[in-house]
């Protein structure tokens, strides 16, 4: 797909999207009592896939990014992450050195054979 396919069809649903997003995280912090819902406006924005819809070059160079993965290694490395995600609260050791590893298998094809190694040993359902 050329970039003015892209902008043509994709970003619509894209800004929809973001923009259902950001309504819902302007009712969570109503919900929650927060005072002003626009004093952090970094953290609203960093769920957003285009936080500035005028540029949408980089949004179309992360989904071509996207085409490198399959499905398969996506859901490996979700799978890693929640392991990991488990093993940072409920135990003890260096998570920086865990996530370079994350980062380390995600960019290396095939890195991902500790969620084949470890499926009978998980804590989620």
């Not at 929650?32 to 769920?47: I, Q």
């Amino acid at each position: 797909m050329n970039f003015n396919v892209f902008k043509q069809s994709v970003l619509p649903e894209i800004l929809t999207h973001d923009k259902e997003t950001k309504a819902k995280i302007e009712a969570w912090k109503e919900f929650l009592g927060e005072k002003d819902p626009k004093e952090k406006t970094g953290s609203a924005h960093d769920l957003l896939l285009a936080s500035n819809p005028q540029n949408a070059y980089p949004v179309f160079q992360i989904f071509q990014k996207s085409e490198n993965f399959s499905l398969n290694e996506l859901q490996d490395a979700l799978i890693f992450l929640s392991d990991l995600d488990y093993r940072l609260k409920s135990s003890s050791f260096d998570a920086k050195t865990a996530f370079e590893m994350f980062i380390i298998k995600i960019c290396s094809k095939g890195g991902f054979v500790y969620a084949y190694e470890n499926q009978d040993r998980r804590h989620h359902f």
